[in-house]
């Protein structure tokens, strides 16, 4: 019981960090960023996928081994729907973080990185879909813990 309750404590702190670090990002890409403001995007993004990994590894764990049984989670089509979210948002942050790593060799010569409009536009819709996609996660997984979708 004492080790189910701490995956449980994990599963929430790791989803925490993702979604902290996601409004962070959402909030702070912009045009016009300083060197320091591109470094540290750079790490909340990093944070980010470290947060995205664990989550994962331990909501595995929760479900085969800690959580309600292999069966409530498999059976329950929130479940599916949170997985699919949460696989479609991992896609998409790959496109910002290819875009904050292009940014060392410019930030290696101490200059602050050049956001164009259309590349702004771009990361800035993918973002707005992440967020929107956090949103789907959480409320499948609200829908899904009280059982509702079950047969």
């Known amino acids: 019981m004492t ?3 701490l995956m449980a404590f994990f599963h929430h702190l790791f989803a925490f960090a993702l979604v902290s670090s996601m409004v962070y990002e959402f909030i702070a890409f912009r045009k016009g960023l300083t060197i320091a403001e591109a470094r540290r995007l750079q790490r909340v993004d990093l944070a980010y996928g470290i947060s995205a990994g664990l989550l994962l590894i331990v909501g ?16 329950n089509p929130f479940f599916w729907v949170k ?7 991992g896609l998409l942050s790959i496109d910002p973080t290819i875009r904050y790593l292009r940014w ?3 930030l290696k010569e101490n200059q602050p990185p050049v956001v164009s409009e259309a590349e702004f536009k771009r990361t800035r819709a ?23 979708g079950m047969n």
């Open 126 to 148: 993918v973002l707005w879909l992440e967020v929107l996609g956090l949103a789907v996660i959480l409320f499948s997984a609200a829908l899904m813990a009280r059982g509702i």
């Open 60 to 75: 595995l764990l929760r479900v085969f081994f800690f959580g309600k049984g292999v069966n409530f989670y498999i059976n």
């Open 3 to 5: 080790l189910s309750a």
């Open 104 to 106: 060392n060799r410019i």
């Open 83 to 89: 997985m699919g979210a949460f696989a479609l948002v």
